[in-house]
């Protein structure tokens, strides 16, 4: 599809720190081409019911360091069906558009794949906190909000370091650790727990208690929320071994601010590949950093399967958390 007259642009799925800096990229790289842009509000659910808003240099200026999305997201049960498939494909072709940019997690590629097999060429580009994109190294926002939970966690550790106190610091991640794990190592943890890896609580008081020996008088355990809620094992730790843990949830802060540095890059790089592949005939693929290049694997890599957690980082939490 190398004569591309048209596009479009949606954010799906969880609002992620870079969203606006890959709709930004992704809008002035197609601008730069020729190419006229459109923006749909309100992800999938705005597709059906084609809220289309045109995109142009300007309307994507001054957006680039803004949290959130200026497209709005939402999730959209309808959309899981077929005949609204077929109404959100009808839609675009209605409008002129040729190619489309879905910017979300592997739920949002799914959706963007079948849009893929009704005659639409799209382009999926990771944004999630989570980096449980199977495929790319990084997704857009996950260091930003490694950035903002560590603020949170350093922050705690005065306070348990003051009064002698253990904090357990539940973060996101549904059913991904990778969030957990980078705050834990980053923020000198004593133990971290995730869904990838089988949680014993007797493991864990053996450590509190190990560490204690060792002369710690206080200890931070940083949860992820798909695992247990915070508040559940506080009270097994409370029961099992008496110790007084105070409980923090860092909730939907993680996915506010403006995005670091590390993914305002990222999102730019990944905008403008995006726009450069559709123009030239590629669909079905998402953007993906692997080793620091830029690469264009298949939507359904993100599906096909699951992204491992670092064994390194998961051991280092074990020596160095003592």
Not at 280 to 300: V, Y
Request: hydrophobic share 45%; proline share 3%; charged share 25%.
């Amino acid at each position: 599809m190398a004569d591309l007259k048209k596009i479009a642009i949606l954010t799906s799925g969880g609002d992620s720190p870079g969203m606006n800096a890959a709709t930004r990229a992704a809008a002035r790289t197609a601008i730069a081409r020729g190419i006229e842009v459109v923006g749909i509000m309100r992800g999938f659910e705005g597709l059906l019911e084609g809220d289309f808003r045109p995109l142009g240099a300007r309307d994507v200026g001054g957006i680039i360091h803004r949290g959130g999305t200026i497209l709005q997201t939402a999730r959209s049960s309808r959309f899981m069906e077929s005949e609204w498939q077929d109404r959100a494909a009808g839609n675009l072709l209605e409008a002129g558009v040729e190619g489309l940019v879905v910017i979300g997690g592997d739920g949002s590629f799914r959706g963007a794949d079948e849009l893929s097999k009704r005659d639409i060429a799209v382009a999926g580009i990771p944004g999630t906190i989570d980096n449980d994109i199977a495929g790319t190294d990084l997704t857009i926002g996950f260091r930003t909000a490694v950035e903002t939970a560590l603020d949170a966690v350093m922050r705690l550790r005065d306070t348990a370091s003051s009064h002698d106190r253990l904090f357990i610091v539940e973060v996101m991640g549904r059913r991904s650790g990778f969030l957990a794990l980078d705050v834990a190592v980053a923020g000198g943890a004593e133990a971290v727990i995730v869904p990838e890896v089988q949680f014993t609580l007797g493991k864990l008081i053996d450590r509190l208690h190990e560490a204690r020996r060792k002369g710690k008088t206080h200890s931070l355990i940083v949860l992820a929320e798909g695992v247990m809620p915070a508040q559940d094992l506080r009270d097994r730790i409370q029961d099992t071994a008496g110790y007084d843990a105070r409980v923090t949830v860092l909730g939907h802060i993680q996915r506010g601010g403006s995005p670091c540095a590390v993914d305002i890059i990222l999102a730019s790089r990944m905008g403008s590949a995006a726009v450069d592949a559709l123009a030239s005939g590629k669909s079905g693929f998402m953007t993906a950093l692997r080793d620091n290049n830029i690469d264009l694997p298949e939507l359904s890599v993100s599906w096909e399967s699951k992204k491992p957690l670092d064994p390194e980082l998961m051991r280092l939490v074990e020596v160095l958390g003592l």
